[in-house]
């Protein structure tokens, strides 16, 4: 096993060069087989260290090749670009000239038939263009890029990956890292599987085969935490890592090798994947041994605003009642009990009686203790309002012509209203019943004029308001109605059997509502509004009357604020009506053929409204007395 930096950190160390160069001659002995030389150290920016070593090769290095170029997109909208070799050795060189990141390849070759633009717009991420070719100082890959960006570079294998980074990417990863390690007392997130969030400061590694643990020793160094590998640590690794932080570098290590970690506090253990797999297996297979043969204990758990049946149904995968009485029955374990724990319960005194372990029947009161809370009520009120408004006009006339000339009589018998005219023959009076008239005859020598004129207007208004109101608790259905039952014959049987039967219709004014209360504290409901009334009466001759029923009805689902009002539905009818009455020809005569029509015209109008306002009733926990 061994232990790297275990001693206590020092914030804010400046390392000097002189250390740096130290440190890379250290190294450079270690790893390095035949003449071994150690590279100065790049100077340190934006808080970066560069440490670099190459191996002196005592062999001509073989000709290495590129075989694809490969852009994608990756986490944050970066884009990444994917160099692949056909041998190892390849040394590529990083660096960036204004808005382009250009690799040098180096001794790599580049194959002519990779030699072309690449147009990467489409991929939405800083890169816009690439261009692979060959020219006097070697192959080169130069990557065009916009806006404001983060360059990160390392090898794996022999893969060569460039990410370029938006730089308001790169900032969101660095602040949710922090924001997560202060959360979960880590000092990066990359702890979670998946999240790719890294806070360390970027550093830069050059390596060709240099043992794994010395690697960690570099991080362990970089980072001031202290790193212990297991003995089954080993290997070497080639890296080749530009501006990448230290947490990155080292979750990229633990990967390329097959090992993984665990951190507590500032210590972080190294391993394989597999050896602590089997140590948290063997941890976990102790904790239940020491379970199996803990002493059990017997609480009873008093439960005070919900169902203890209820709650044991929640804690155990299934409870059933027992015999008679207020008797319970023991239930399977799940989850939260050990595995000899059970619960019971007694539905007279609402009593949970739990057996286990110390540490599961704690847990299990913790839980009681968090659920059973008084819930909060819903005040549901609601408005119906019908409207109607109404409007006729009728005007007609009646006229007769009367006389007698040389011993001949001529006129008319229509009677009149009111017997105000004698002898009328010509009758359009107004159409609605009991209008008005207004009668008078002129008097002739020989000829009499009998007109009787009739008019009516009329104008209604009304206003129906119900207003329905109901009390319920949290996500618990109620339901208020109010009414009649009317009653009608029906007939059945054939017709030398018929038997008439009274069957009954409820006409109700309906209010069902089921109210959930969010955690910011608004109301979502979920409604069925009904009104129901009476229009008239159907009559048939053998039967009876038949009522008519209006129905109006809603049923919808809201999210309002507490104490809002919110108009949920509303319904808006119109009617206009015009009739005309009058004589063929006559009626159609200017000025006087209003003396031979009848018009009648009606509007109607009738508006329903439905208007609903919760109001959360909060339900104080009192204390334990």
Do not use: C
């Not at 960036?96 to 580049?110: D, K, M």
């Not at 806070?199 to 060709?208: I, K, M, R």
């Not at 085969?209 to 070497?236: F, H, K, M, Y």
């Not at 209010?511 to 209360?517: C, G, N, S, W």
Request: hydrophobic content about 40%; cysteine-free; aromatic content about 6%.
């Amino acid at each position: 096993m061994t232990v790297s930096n275990a001693r206590r950190p020092q914030p804010n160390r400046v390392r000097s060069p002189m250390r740096a160069g130290l440190l890379g001659l250290a190294i450079g002995s270690i790893a390095a087989f035949g003449g071994v030389h150690a590279a100065q150290p790049a100077a340190a920016q934006g808080g970066s260290h560069t440490f670099a070593m190459a191996q002196a090769a005592t062999a001509a290095v073989p000709a290495v090749s590129v075989t694809d170029v490969d852009f994608r997109r990756g986490d944050g909208g970066s884009g990444k670009l994917i160099l692949r070799f056909d041998g190892d050795g390849a040394a590529p060189d990083l660096r960036t000239q204004g808005g382009s990141v250009i690799v040098n390849l180096g001794s790599a070759t580049l194959p002519a038939s990779l030699q072309r633009p690449l147009n990467v717009t489409d991929f939405a991420t800083p890169v816009q263009r690439i261009d692979a070719r060959e020219g006097a100082d070697g192959a080169q890959i130069v990557l065009s890029a916009q806006g404001n960006f983060e360059p990160l570079a390392y090898q794996t294998g022999r893969d060569y990956i460039v990410e370029i980074v938006p730089r308001a990417a790169a900032t969101d990863r660095a602040v949710g890292a922090a924001s997560t390690a202060a959360t979960m007392g880590q000092a990066s997130s990359a702890d979670i599987p998946g999240a790719r969030a890294y806070s360390g400061s970027p550093v830069t590694f050059n390596f060709q085969d240099i043992p794994v643990r010395t690697v960690l020793q570099l991080i362990a160094d970089e980072s001031d935490l202290n790193i212990v590998a297991s003995d089954s640590v080993g290997g070497s690794a080639t890296l080749r890592l530009t501006n990448v932080p230290w947490d990155q570098a080292l979750d990229i290590v633990l990967q390329a090798k097959g090992l993984d970690k665990r951190r507590s506090g500032n210590v972080i253990w190294v391993a394989p994947q597999s050896e602590i797999a089997q140590f948290e297996q063997a941890r976990e297979d102790a904790r239940l041994a020491i379970e199996e043969r803990a002493e059990m204990v017997t609480e009873y758990i008093p439960i005070s605003y919900g169902n203890a049946e209820d709650v044991a149904k929640l804690l155990t995968d299934e409870s059933k009642s027992g015999g008679g009485g207020g008797g319970g029955g023991n239930s399977q374990n799940r989850g939260f009990l050990s595995s000899r724990g059970s619960i019971s319960f007694d539905r007279r005194t609402n009593t949970l009686l739990v057996i286990d372990i110390p540490q599961r029947v704690a847990e299990v009161r913790r839980l009681v203790d968090l659920l059973d809370k008084p819930v909060d009520q819903v005040v549901i009120e609601a408005r119906i309002v019908i409207a109607n408004e109404s409007f006729a006009r009728d005007i007609g006339a009646k006229f007769g012509v009367s006389g007698s000339a040389d011993r001949v009589d001529f006129g008319g018998a229509l009677g009149s209203n009111g017997g105000v005219g004698n002898g009328l023959n010509v009758s359009l009076p107004a159409l609605q019943g009991g209008a008005p008239a207004l009668g008078f005859t002129i008097l002739g020598n020989s000829i009499d004029w009998n007109v009787e004129l009739s008019a009516l207007q009329r104008e209604g208004r009304g206003e129906v308001i119900s207003n329905p109101r109901i009390v319920t608790s949290n996500q618990r259905e109620a339901t208020i109605s109010q009414g009649q039952e009317v009653g009608y014959i029906t007939v059945t049987g054939g017709q030398s059997n018929s038997i008439p039967t009274v069957e009954f219709k409820d006409v109700l004014l309906e209010l069902k509502v089921t109210p959930t209360i969010t955690n910011d504290g608004r109301v979502f409901l979920a409604m069925d509004i009904k009104k129901d009334e009476i229009q008239g009466y159907e009559v048939y001759s053998e039967i009876g009357r038949v009522p008519l029923i209006s129905k109006r009805n809603v049923t919808t689902a809201v999210l309002v604020d507490d104490g809002q009002t919110v108009a949920i539905g509303g319904v808006y009818e119109f009617r206009d009506t015009n009739d005309l009455s009058k004589v063929p020809f006559l009626g159609d005569l200017p000025i006087l053929g209003n003396l031979f029509k009848s018009r009648t015209r009606e509007k109607e109008k009738a508006e329903l409204l439905i208007f609903v306002t919760p109001k959360v009733m909060r339900v104080a926990q009192r204390p334990a007395g």
